[in-house]
């Protein structure tokens, strides 16, 4: 089994900053893949950034700039520093971990962002 946890969420104002952290424990051997996904009310799940073994790293064109992903390997953590937030960033926030070996795919449980004056 593995366990996904997110934390880092709350409420934080337009222009204000969040670190979200994400971290991976349980049956862990060699990840692969972290990404950072959101989904607001009504609307579908979509990827925000992600981050491969190699250090590859993608964003979508909403944050570029804005935000950055990181990950510390010895902690099978990933991070998600988010700068100047504005009102549509307003989402829960998941994480998802990926493996080769046993080949798995795993979410967390989210958190929420607020970005509101």
């Known amino acids: 089994q593995v366990q996904v946890v997110e934390s880092g969420g709350g409420l934080v104002q337009p222009g204000g900053s969040l670190r979200l952290s994400c971290a991976a424990s349980?049956?862990?051997?060699?990840?692969?893949?972290m990404g950072w996904y959101r989904q607001a009310p009504g609307k579908q799940r979509e990827l925000v950034a992600d981050?491969?073994?190699?250090?590859?790293?993608n964003y979508t064109d909403t944050v570029k700039g804005r935000f950055t992903i990181s990950r510390d390997n010895a902690k099978n953590t990933v991070y998600l520093q988010m700068n100047s937030l504005k009102p549509e960033d307003t989402a829960v926030y998941y994480c998802?971990?990926?493996?080769?070996?046993?080949?798995?795919?795993?979410w967390g449980q989210g958190t929420q962002v607020t970005v509101s004056s």
């Open positions: 981050i491969f073994d190699g250090g590859n790293t």
């Open positions: 349980g049956s862990i051997f060699n990840i692969y893949y």
């Open positions: 998802n971990v990926r493996q080769i070996r046993p080949q798995g795919s795993y």
